[in-house]
């Protein structure tokens, strides 16, 4: 049964003037493994984080690193999950997808309960 499901969009250009401005924004959203993705992916990263806490409907201060976007080894992004998160997600499937082109990055979380 579907929980909750996220979607959230970025605006690359915007994003890459975020972080230019305010470097500490960096280390403060991604991990160091995410901080090596080029701008297009750390946009599509962002949005997959702002979904999933819409998925959840949590929205009261997680921290930014206890959800980390990966490649699995197919290449399909999929999350990694600790601290708070991992109590939220709590045993539940959550499916995600990415995408960037023209300016646009954007994320889509769904969160699955059996």
Same mark, same amino acid.
């Given at each position: 049964?579907? $929980? /909750?499901? &996220?979607?959230?969009?970025? $605006?690359?250009?915007?994003?890459?003037?975020?972080?230019?401005?305010?470097?500490?924004?960096?280390?403060?959203?991604?991990?160091?493994?995410?901080?090596?993705?080029?701008?297009?992916?750390?946009?599509?990263?962002?949005?997959?984080?702002?979904?999933?806490?819409?998925?959840?409907?949590?929205?009261? /201060?997680?921290?930014?690193?206890?959800?980390?976007?990966?490649?699995?080894?197919? /290449?399909?992004?999929?999350?990694?999950?600790?601290?708070?998160?991992? $109590?939220?997600?709590? &045993?539940?499937?959550?499916?995600?997808?990415?995408?960037? $082109?023209?300016?646009?990055?954007?994320?889509?979380?769904?969160?699955?309960?059996?």
């Amino acid at each position: 049964m579907i $929980d /909750g499901i &996220g979607i959230d969009v970025v $605006d690359i250009e915007r994003f890459k003037s975020s972080i230019e401005r305010t470097p500490g924004l960096l280390t403060k959203l991604f991990t160091e493994a995410e901080q090596t993705k080029p701008i297009n992916s750390l946009a599509a990263r962002f949005a997959a984080k702002e979904a999933l806490y819409k998925a959840l409907n949590a929205g009261r /201060g997680l921290h930014w690193h206890d959800a980390e976007v990966i490649n699995l080894e197919s /290449g399909k992004p999929a999350f990694l999950f600790r601290g708070e998160i991992a $109590d939220l997600v709590d &045993g539940a499937t959550v499916h995600l997808s990415l995408s960037h $082109d023209a300016g646009i990055a954007s994320a889509m979380v769904i969160v699955e309960r059996s």
